[in-house]
């Protein structure tokens, strides 16, 4: 794609980005076929293609509209058209610099700029999610089911975290709302990384990885999240710890792009480096340790089991799309004896994205409406995934049982 970038956006770190991204488009439209939004609303503009062309417009100089940021707040992030793209344009880079050069420059109603500021707040904030998660779930009777739905379940902490001491030891990253919705994904991933005589060590300082507020557009916010993380993990990093293990996905992907982010800042560019590089999701952890997680859980697992339970694992965007990591959950579960059910079109979005559920409630309802659809074809007997906000936001549509996958292997051995 041909480019005319404004010589003062192209002196800029992110016009030069930016400028590489747009050329590196050939304009094909594969992406149309697996963007979720364009699926839904069939409007060009609201497919990756055709946020790019306004994107392209406004780098190149034109003034962006309400309309402009209609159609780049539609997009989940999903990243899905990544997966499909065979020129390999980066669009999430794309559309994270689109989207902080227009919410500098187009205002948003009052109403508008309450909400995302009180969810930045609210979501970021451990101890004030849960106080209002409490009150919600006192409150949630007397509210109209719209509300209540709106109102995530809460797990009842059903194991305790492990107390061994190994030599081999990893970081953990709570999260913000995973302690208080499902605490037990963490102590099931204690619990089986000692069985692989791992400890893992929880950094309780360290509660966002910076994924919300970046993604609310507010990026310079963002970095201090990031650098207060960096610098509450080194010293242990110093101190020898392996990997910082990642059970929500979505996280992950945030974390993996510290080093991205943080490239031209002269005191934490080697430091965000090193800690992508050293951030695994879950499952990678289990990839190299699999013969030990074979022997260890896997197949106690498996010989626990009258017959195959089936299973319904709905891969999270972040997992398939923003980490490329797609068939690794899926091959434990099998090895562990479970019948994985066929979810039809699996590539597409549950609607959760981060906090696109509470902006974007229409789309983000019809996107679980189908998915939820897809998924109970085959009649699974559990629904599990690797993402707090996608194991959520599906717990709002459905019946089945959903819990994270390490749930289901741990609580299988307990």
Not at 21 to 48: K, M, N, W
Request: contains cysteine; positive net charge.
């Amino acid at each position: 794609m041909k480019t005319n970038l404004e010589t003062a956006i192209l002196e800029t770190r992110e016009g030069k980005e930016a400028n590489d991204i747009l050329r590196s488009c050939v304009h094909c439209g594969f992406c149309t076929a697996t963007c979720p939004t364009y699926q839904l609303l069939g409007d060009e503009l609201d497919s990756p293609r055709g946020r790019i062309y306004l994107i392209k417009e406004l780098l190149e100089g034109q003034k962006p509209t309400e309309a402009t940021q209609t159609h780049l707040d539609r997009c989940l992030t999903c990243r899905s058209c990544e997966s499909t793209c065979p020129s390999g344009v980066q669009y999430g880079r794309l559309v994270d610099i689109g989207r902080n050069i227009v919410e500098k420059t187009v205002s948003r109603p009052i109403g508008e700029r309450v909400k995302r500021h009180a969810l930045e707040k609210i979501i970021t904030k451990r101890t004030i999610f849960r106080s209002l998660i409490t009150l919600g779930k006192i409150a949630k009777p007397a509210l109209p089911k719209v509300l209540q739905k709106k109102i995530p379940m809460v797990q009842k902490v059903v194991m305790k975290w492990p107390q061994s001491n190994h030599s081999r030891k990893m970081l953990f990253l709570d999260g913000c709302v995973q302690p208080v919705l499902a605490p037990n994904i963490n102590i099931s991933t204690a619990l089986l990384l000692d069985r692989l005589k791992i400890t893992l060590i929880p950094t309780s300082q360290v509660n966002c990885c910076g994924a919300v507020t970046y993604h609310l557009n507010k990026q310079t916010e963002s970095l201090v999240f990031i650098k207060q993380n960096i610098d509450a993990w080194w010293p242990l990093i110093e101190s020898g710890a392996e990997a910082i293990v990642i059970t929500a996905s979505g996280c992950g992907t945030m974390i993996k792009e510290y080093g991205h982010l943080l490239a031209e800042d002269p005191m934490y560019a080697h430091k965000a480096k090193v800690i992508s590089d050293m951030t695994k999701d879950l499952c990678e952890v289990f990839t190299d340790e699999f013969a030990l997680l074979k022997e260890k859980v896997l197949e106690p697992v498996k010989q626990k089991q009258s017959e195959p339970s089936r299973v319904a694992f709905h891969a999270p965007c972040s997992l398939q799309h923003g980490q490329q990591i797609k068939g690794v959950v899926e091959t434990f579960l099998t090895s562990a004896g479970y019948t994985l059910t066929t979810i039809k079109d699996s590539h597409l979005c549950c609607g959760s994205a981060g906090t696109y559920s509470l902006l974007q409630p229409d789309l983000s309802e019809k996107l679980l409406d189908s998915k939820i659809e897809n998924i109970e074809r085959e009649h699974p007997k559990l629904i599990v995934t690797a993402n707090i906000g996608c194991l959520t936001q599906l717990q709002g549509g459905t019946k089945t049982r959903v819990l994270h996958w390490a749930e289901l292997l741990e609580e299988a051995l307990a």
